[in-house]
């Protein structure tokens, strides 16, 4: 596989954020800091026809064509490794900025929707609870007073749902019911196709699936320089002990950070070592690249991030 890895220094981060508060406080210039990078691989699995899903797991309306083309994992922090976009489609210009178009509505509507799975549970959290945890974190996303861009929970349906788990042979229907699509809980074994030992460090992932035309290409059909998005999946490593509150990791907190990927963030925010060991992180976002404890609270950054996106939606 063709792998080229660019590294970005996280001190841009700093310069983009300012003088925060907790910059100084946690006083991390002096100390080892950790990069998170780019890396660009060749597409795994090409262009894919795919249908919206039916509330019976069947597919209906006319197949679109689309192609994978970032991945973004969230790493834990105690690991000291930060989480990571890959792209998989080199177009030369290191395009990483992907949103979804006004004019690109497969789902039928114009407001940004979610799905919820049903049937891909962690093992060590009921499912209702897990599903709360998503829907409270959507709700989160929700209120933030700049945008009205629907963030409603869509139906539900009895069937594991998901391409890239059909892609990597995993009991799926290959298609998807919502603009963000979050399908659950899946075996260790899926994140190793992400990193190696991905299943040991990577608690979730969040892939983005553009629009391909007629001829092949990219689309950006309402001119805003970014590729517009098809649909966006979500999955989350049942490798981990996950939690709603008290020990484990955080499933709001994830769902929250995993749920700013589906709504066209990056990641932000510079991670230091301290003198002491820990992984700091200036500014704390929900968007930092790596899980540092429950974080239920959308913070500045993410506010400005997601208000820069969304605040004039749909006109942009
Ligand atoms: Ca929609
Ligand atoms: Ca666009
Ligand atoms: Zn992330």
């Known amino acids: 596989m063709n792998i080229k890895k660019i590294s970005l220094p996280v001190i841009t981060a700093i310069l983009i954020a300012g003088c925060s508060q907790e910059l100084e406080t946690n006083s991390p210039l002096a100390d080892q800091s950790i990069d998170k990078s780019v890396e660009f691989r060749s597409n795994p699995f090409g262009t894919i026809s795919v249908s919206k899903t039916s509330p019976n797991g069947r597919q209906i309306g006319d197949p679109i064509h689309v192609r994978l083309v970032s991945a973004e994992y969230l790493t834990n922090a105690e690991n000291r490794e ?15 900025a992907f949103d979804f178009s006004p004019f690109v509505s497969l789902d039928g509507t114009q407001e940004i929707e979610y799905f919820v799975d049903q049937v891909r549970p962690p093992q060590t959290l009921d499912l209702t609870a897990a599903r709360q945890s998503i829907i409270r974190a959507a709700n989160t996303w929700k209120n933030v007073s700049c945008s009205n861009i629907g963030i409603e929970k869509t139906i539900d349906i009895p069937v594991p749902l998901g391409l890239v788990a059909a892609e990597l042979g995993f009991p799926s229907i290959p298609g998807f019911v919502a603009e963000i699509n979050h399908n659950g809980w899946m075996p260790a074994s899926f994140f190793d196709f992400l990193a190696p030992n991905g299943s040991q460090g990577i608690l979730a992932v969040t892939f983005t699936f553009l629009v391909i035309d007629n001829d092949g290409e990219f689309v950006d059909t309402n001119s805003d320089g970014k590729f ?11 490798n981990f002990i996950w939690a709603d509150g008290g020990s484990g990791v955080d499933t709001e907190t994830i769902a929250l950070h995993e749920m700013g990927h589906g709504l066209s963030q990056e990641h932000f925010g510079a991670a230091f070592i301290t003198k002491k060991g820990d992984v700091k992180f200036a500014p704390r976002a929900v968007m930092n690249a790596a899980y540092s404890g429950p974080n239920r609270i959308i913070k500045g950054t993410d506010n400005a991030g997601h208000c820069s996106i969304w605040g004039n939606w749909p006109n942009n």
């Open 82 to 96: 930060m989480g990571n976009t890959i792209i998989f489609e080199d177009r030369g210009n290191k395009q990483l």
């Open 228 to 238: 517009d998005v098809a649909f966006r999946e979500i999955y989350y490593n049942d």
